[in-house]
């Protein structure tokens, strides 16, 4: 979990994070690969979750099964999980659910950080020169497949 308050963008017309090494300093991290770094943008319980927490998750730097363990068991307590699904399931399950809500294929690689597929970058967003579109349409395709939540659990 490497998730500080350098990589939350919270004051953009579009609230994101940044999943991009850390190159200097005492916190420094990696990422297993180009495809991995990326701005994603933050909707619903995520969105809540980091505004309550615009520093980060310090606690969790670098332990990450730690926060494995302790989102596992505030999921399950706040029924937002079964006994089968997993903190690291719930990656599975939100591109499944992207691609039951026909969120493009371009746009579901990007947020779960997966490279291009076979025919290459056909679709994928070419450069950089319209961050805050591409950031507002991938914010509109996760808002449609967000689920509802109550305030209360954050």
Same mark, same amino acid.
């Given at each position: ?9 919270? *004051?953009?017309? =579009?609230?994101? &994070? ?20 990326? /701005?994603?943008?933050?909707?619903? =319980? /995520?969105?809540? /979750? ?55 294929? @371009?746009?579901?690689?990007? &947020? ?6 076979? @025919?290459?970058?056909? *679709? /994928? ?17 996760? *808002? ?9 659990? =954050?």
């Amino acid at each position: 979990m490497h998730l500080t308050v350098e990589k939350i963008c919270l *004051g953009y017309p =579009i609230p994101h &994070i940044l999943i991009q090494p850390t190159l200097t300093g005492e916190r420094k991290n990696k990422v297993k690969t180009n495809a991995r770094v990326r /701005a994603v943008p933050l909707v619903g =319980i /995520a969105l809540e /979750a980091v505004k309550r927490h615009p520093e980060g998750f310090l606690r969790y730097y670098d332990k990450g099964n730690s926060f494995s363990n302790a989102a596992n068991n505030f999921l399950l307590a706040n029924k937002l999980r079964t006994k089968e699904s997993t903190v690291y399931s719930l990656r599975h399950e939100y591109t499944a659910r992207m691609r039951n809500g026909a969120v493009p294929e @371009h746009i579901q690689r990007h &947020i779960v950080g997966h490279a291009t597929d076979v @025919h290459g970058t056909y *679709g /994928a967003f070419p450069d950089q020169s319209n961050f805050d579109d591409r950031l507002a349409e991938m914010a509109v395709h996760m *808002g449609r497949v967000a689920l509802p939540f109550d305030m209360d659990v =954050i």
